[in-house]
């Protein structure tokens, strides 16, 4: 991944659109500026841009991201040109942005994200002229957008924020860390959560069996306390026995209590008929009883029937009676509207002459108005001439006042020109002065490396002479001992010949007898014979002991000489340097800082002279600009004067016709347009009031009529009515008479509603029947029970409940039998279910428990599995670092992982690294390093992760590395040295560097500058 460009707007210190264009800054370049300005703030950009988030931090910090500075109502966005693998695109996502909804609530729009990409052959044409770039959108949606962005880049941003961007801090600190303590810092740079969560997954997993396998065992265990699982099945079969025997018994109660339920139901039902029978009597007695009630009933009805005959004439008199009376109050009614309109219609005749006088006002007022309106358009007019005849004032004197201030403008110009002419040289002068101390500074350059390479070759050769005496002395003592143990085996072999002849010898004196000859000399005599030496295992067992360390001495031997003799060729390499080199200028670092100096002084020179002629330039255009304003300011000023004297004119004349129409019309202080609207209002209330009274006056005459003709209506319908009622009265009083009735009163008191009519007459018909139903049944139940007396009901009842309550104990036994059968049976089975589920645990946890040890480095080499993939990827990237290392410190260092336990240690010391230097022919351990060594093999061990990362994964391309700070601590010589290792790095990718080392400045020409001010930051890019 290569950054094309990166566009910031509102983002963090930046509010305005703020671009950087990496193809200006070349193949490396610098971030400087103020503290707290933003510098890292591009960096996260670039980050935030490619994952939504922000390396290293707490998720919701990316939301912080959207600058303070800006408004809500503006976007806030990051817009990230990049190229990889032959493509080129372009992310531009924004982060949430907050908002006032339309109830004031304030809430938030989630971030966006859209990745383009650019269209083939868009962006230049054949002769590689640029054109404008047509870009295509890929994915607008963010779960989509993020997985392409992902499968371009190849990393993870954890991955992303610990390889390019570079924590180079991060590994010199790592190289200090203790075994233990690098594990940690490992665990945080290399991808080990998958292996990590094995171990977790196996421990878990032991955990859950012994889990598992205690709960069991506590449950075994309590059963053990309450239940007997050796006799269980003995048990079970006795409680069967009993049983059987419990359900024959059963069958025979139940045999009984059927008998005894038939023979009480038997005697039940005769003993319910006897019941029935009285209690029919009783029921007979009370019906009877009633007869004098129902007679009542038949009288009440009968009134009823003959009051329904008179009802109609009853209806009609009261319905006549109820019409007069409503007749007679609509009539006295209508005679008090009457008299309210006549009142009414006086008080309008005396209001008429009021009327006359506002009906003449009507007429004359529209003239009035008139006048006025013309007033009132006059002194609109008025009012715009007066403010412009103001403004023109105004402006006359502000042109007066421009003019003097260009006049003075053009003074100070002048001055400044004079002055500028004065001290501007001649630019070819500047440029050669500039060429000549450039080239004196690389000669000084030159002679400052040359006399630091001939330093650290004497350094070197010190060293080395001291790793060559080392190396000597240590082969010398691995020879010596070689040749020792050499001499050792040779004298134990002849002692082992010895021991074994003698015990030859002693084999043949043992048989020999005197005067039989020796099978060996034939000699009969044996004046000496060989005595017998006991078994010595001492002698082999020591000479298989040496023996079988010749070959670690023969290989210790050759390994020591291997190494001398590296370290006395780099020696005399180092010697033959310098008899060849010629002896340097030991004043090289003044005459670098003086060479330095002179060519700062030299660019300050020629820029502020370039700056001088710009600023001569930039003046003399000014007061060409300022000239021409000049003149024509003087035009606008003369058009002034002529105008105010025209406007001038005109306002004095109109404003004499304005008096004229408005003389004696116009309150004080009252203007035309408001005299205007005051009378039309006036107008309009008269026209409403006359108009008013007159529709008053016809409506009042209306209603004089309408009052009239309806009381005139109303009398004769009431006389009618009147009429009517007295006629029907009569009618009434002889129904009455007809009908038995002596006065309405006693009619009324007869009526019965439809319901209670019904309601009487169906309690008649019910008595009657009731009667005659009941006389039938007390004779047949009589018929029945003649002769036949009431059964023992008691008697049978005890009997039954007695036997009831055998059959229910002998239940009660055989369910807790059974309950107790069930329970054995139970408990045998969960006994054996735990038993065996206790085994399969054991089994299957086995496997699990044998690993969870071995990972957790309950092994051979107690190491973790964690550690052990640690350690993996630790030498890997050790391997990688080791070849840059050895190139950086020509071929001195190299980085080694320390495998073998420390005395006193017993576990594995697999994460300790250390340093083999070939000058000293030793390892020593990282600590030991100096500063500048330091940041070689940091450096070194940091780019080596980014070799592992492109190694292991191929679809990876790194084309970029930013390096935030890490300088500040090195002198000159260690700067030099670092910028040569960086100009190595950047042959093959594009390097970024943010720190606040001032030197730096002066080494690095390409670099982006950022500015802190009170509003947010700008940045500045500058070129060679």
Known sequence: MKPNKLVLENIGPFTEKTEIDFSELGSMFLICGDTGAGKTTILDSICYALYGALPGSHPRMARNLRSDFAPKSEIARVIFDFSINGERYKIERTPPKPYTDRNGKESEKPAEVVLYKLASGAGQTTNGAALGESWAVLYNKTQEADEAIASLIGLSIKEFSKIVLLPQGDFAEFLRLSSNERKNALA?????????????FAKSKVDEFVLSQKQITAQIESMQKTFDFEHAEENIARLEQTEKRYGEELDEINKLQMQLAAQLENARALNQKFDDLAALNAENTEVLAQQGEIEIIESKLEQSRKAFLVKPAFESFNDLQSRLESSAENLAQTENELAEAEAEKQNLEDGKAAFEEKKAQVENMPSLISDLNRAAAIEKDLTVLSQDLNLEIVRKDQLSEKLDKIKSYLDTLKKEAAGLEAVILPQDELDEAFDKANSELDEAKAKKNYLEEYQKLLSDKAQAKEGLDASFARYENAKKSLELLKTEIAELEAEQSAYDQNQKAFALAKDLQEGEPCPVCGSVHHPKLADFLSEDFSIEERLRCKKENLPQAESLERETFGIYAGVKSRYEDIQAKLDNAEKPDENAPDLFNQAVQKKNDAVAKRDKNKQNNNRLAENRRKEENNRKEFELVQNELQTSLQKHASLDAEYKNMKSQFNSLTQGKLKPEETAAIAVESYRQQLAALRTETASYERQCGEVQQLISEYSAKKGLISSQTEELRTQSETSAEKLKQQLKAHGFDSAETLQAAFLSEDERVKLENQCKDWKARKEQLAGLVDKLSAELDGTARPDIAALEA??????????????????????????VENLKRW??????????????????????????????????????????LEEIAAHASRRLSRISDGRYSLHLKTERSSGHQRYAGLDLEIFDANTGKKRPCDTLSGG??????????????????????????DSLFIDEGFGSLDDTTLEKALSVLDEIRENRMIGIISHVGELRTRIHHRIEVTKTPNGSTLTTYGE
């Open 188 to 200: 945080k740079l290399f991808p080990i959560d998958d292996y990590r969560l094995i171990t977790e």
């Open 799 to 824: 009997e039954s409940e007695n036997v009831t309550a055998g059959y229910q104990q002998k239940t009660k036994e055989l369910n807790e039998i059974a309950l107790k059968k069930h329970e054995i």
């Open 832 to 873: 054996q279910d735990l038993n065996k589920e206790r085994q399969n645990i054991e089994e299957k946890s086995r496997n699990y428990v044998a690993l969870a040890k071995d990972l957790a480095g309950d092994n051979a080499k107690k190491i973790s599995f964690e550690s052990w993939i640690l350690g993996v990827y």
């Open 933 to 958: 060594e330091t940041f070689f093999v940091s450096i070194s061990l940091a780019l080596a992760l980014t070799d592992v990362v492109q190694s292991r994964s191929g679809g990876v391309q790194l």
